[in-house]
């Protein structure tokens, strides 16, 4: 299956969270699709390229009193890397959110080291709102929370620019 056979990259590992398994086995592969299959509404999808899944997007809802927010996060083949197939993923998944969600703020949370997840999530509207001071580790290093965020009135905006541009 290409969903483990791209996965299993210590690049794609080195910047997820932890829960995200390496190596990347098929097993593992199926689990993941189980997941993402049991879910409605569906917050989790493939991205794709000539019908061959290459990653996977999604939006996960808080719940209680962050109920109104939601995080998105992203992963993608390397292969496909600097391709803008993960800044039209992360574009649709925001869309998916707020219109299927009752959000009123979406936010992701990239390793200060990964500059090309901060550009994907800046083409899409998202500001830095928060950094908190060595508040992470992955692979035994310390390294600060970078907190971006887009609100449903700048989304609205947003989408609003593009539409009259597209005219």
Do not use: C
């Not at 190596?23 to 299959?37: G, H």
């Not at 009752?102 to 200060?112: C, D, E, G, S, V």
């Amino acid at each position: 299956m290409n969903l483990a056979k791209y996965a299993n990259n210590i690049k794609i590992f080195n910047n997820m969270r932890d829960l995200f398994p390496h190596p990347y086995t098929l097993e593992d592969a199926n689990k993941f699709i189980a997941l993402a299959n049991s879910q409605s509404p569906t917050k989790i999808f493939a991205i794709t390229w000539d019908d061959e899944a290459i990653g996977s997007v999604g939006v996960f809802p808080k719940e209680d009193i962050s109920r109104l927010n939601a995080e998105v996060g992203y992963w993608i083949a390397e292969p496909f890397w600097g391709r803008g197939l993960a800044t039209q993923a992360m574009a649709d998944i925001i869309d998916y959110g707020f219109q299927t969600f009752q959000l009123k703020r979406i936010f992701a949370i990239p390793f200060p080291h990964n500059l090309a997840s901060k550009r994907v999530l800046e083409k899409n509207g998202l500001v830095l709102e928060a950094v908190i001071k060595d508040s992470l580790i992955k692979n035994n290093t310390m390294m600060d929370e970078l907190i971006y965020s887009i609100r449903e009135e700048d989304w609205k905006k947003l989408i609003t620019s593009q539409d009259s541009k597209q005219r």
